[in-house]
């Protein structure tokens, strides 16, 4: 027999968790990199809901922004073969992107790695890459930005003169 003052608070009330309607709402917009990368998953799975929204433009790459949330943004890119970005960085914002269709080749100042399909990736303030399709079939990105993207600084004097991506 258990006196109320050796019981815990779930073994008393019950777990609150364990009732639907008693648990706290989903959040309606991100607000951790977890959370963003967890709505970058979400975006990809949901082929049916992007898919249909890709075109490609011999010109250049093509984008298209998705949503828009308090700070942040989220961009559909398509790229041909033999498009790319051009080495730049993110200003301010932080993010997260992932492949949702192809393979991308991004270099850094790490090297250079292979970006398909599965795997997202988080970059912080000042990140610093050159994302090219070098592959001989198109690719579709998504990247979210928080806070949106607002500028993205070339850094063609640093790819010219073949130094790294810092
Ligand atoms: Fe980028």
Redesign the pocket.
Known sequence: MYSYAQLTDIQIGGDPLACPHLRPPAPVHPSTVAEFAGLARRIAEDRAGWAPLVRYDAASRWYHRLRTGPGYEVWLLSWLPGQG?GA???GPSS?V?AVLEGELTEHTSAGRRSLAPGARHV?APG?A?E?VNDQLSPAVSL?VYFPGLTE?PMRVQQCAAGLPLT
């Open positions: 970005s730049h960085d993110h993010g992107y970059f990140y890459h994302v990247h993205m």
